[in-house]
C-alpha cells in the first residue's frame, strides 16, 4: 500500500503546536479558526511521534483495482462493512452502509469521506451515449477485525485497508487511524489479517 504521510521532527512541530493554538484562540473569522483548529490538531500528533496521513493523496496514488474499483477502501472501526457510491467526474463517497430508505444520514457526518472530483477518471456508464446507468455505482467490502491490542485507542476509529475485489474476500494490510480533517488522518497501527478473523469477517455478513 502506498501511503502519502506527513512527519515532522517533534520539537519543531511542538512549536508549530503552540503557535497553531494561540493563532487560534486569538482568531475571530469561523472559517478561519476551523482551519487553524485542523492545523493545531495535525502538529499535535506531530509531535507526539505519529505520522499523519494525506487520504486524499494517497487514495490517488494508490489508484484501482483489476476491477477498476478503488484499491483502498475506509470507514469508521463500528461499521460491518465499508460502502463505496461512485459520483463522476471521478469522484465518491466512503461512508457505512444505509440502514434502508429512511436512512438519510448514512452518508453525512464527519465519518463520511466525500473525495474531490477527478480523483480517478470519470466511471463508466451502460449507456455511453446518454450517460446513464453507472456501472457498478455502489460497492460495498467488509470491515476488518480489529485485534484487541487495538481495542482499547477509544471511540471515533477509522479503518482503511486494500480491496482486491469489492465483495467478501481477505483484506490486506489495515490501519487504524483518526481523522483530524477532510483529508487528514493519524496513523496510530496497522497489522495483517489472520485465517481466523476472515473467518469472522464471513460470519459477520
Not at 479558526?33 to 500528533?45: C, D, I, S, T, V
Not at 452502509?97 to 448514512?106: A, Q, Y
Not at 466525500?114 to 455511453?128: E, I, K, M, S
Amino acid at each position: 500500500m502506498e501511503l502519502e504521510t506527513i512527519v515532522l521532527d517533534r520539537e519543531q512541530a511542538k512549536e508549530k503546536w503552540q503557535e497553531a493554538m494561540v493563532a487560534e484562540k486569538a482568531e475571530k473569522k469561523a472559517g478561519v479558526r476551523k482551519y487553524l483548529g485542523e492545523m493545531r490538531r495535525a502538529y499535535y500528533y506531530l509531535k507526539k511521534g505519529n505520522k499523519v496521513l494525506d487520504f486524499f493523496e494517497t487514495v490517488k496514488a494508490t489508484g484501482l483495482n483489476a476491477d477498476g474499483d478503488p484499491k483502498l477502501a475506509i470507514v469508521a472501526i463500528d461499521a460491518s462493512k465499508c460502502h463505496f457510491q461512485k459520483t463522476n467526474p471521478g469522484g465518491g463517497t466512503y461512508s457505512r452502509p444505509s440502514n434502508g430508505w429512511r436512512d438519510r444520514g448514512f452518508q453525512s457526518g464527519f465519518n463520511a469521506i466525500h473525495l474531490p472530483a477527478n480523483t480517478f477518471v470519470d466511471w463508466p456508464y451502460r449507456d455511453t451515449v446518454n450517460k446513464w446507468d453507472m456501472l457498478r455505482k455502489d460497492i460495498e467490502s467488509p470491515t476488518p477485525i480489529i485485534p484487541p491490542k487495538y481495542q482499547n485507542k477509544g471511540e471515533h476509529l477509522i479503518v482503511m485497508w486494500e480491496v482486491e475485489h469489492w465483495q467478501p474476500v481477505g483484506e490486506k494490510g489495515p490501519r487504524l487511524l483518526r481523522r483530524i480533517s477532510r483529508n487528514l488522518f493519524v496513523i496510530y497501527g496497522h497489522w495483517n489479517t489472520t485465517k481466523l478473523e476472515r473467518a469472522i469477517i464471513r460470519g459477520r455478513l
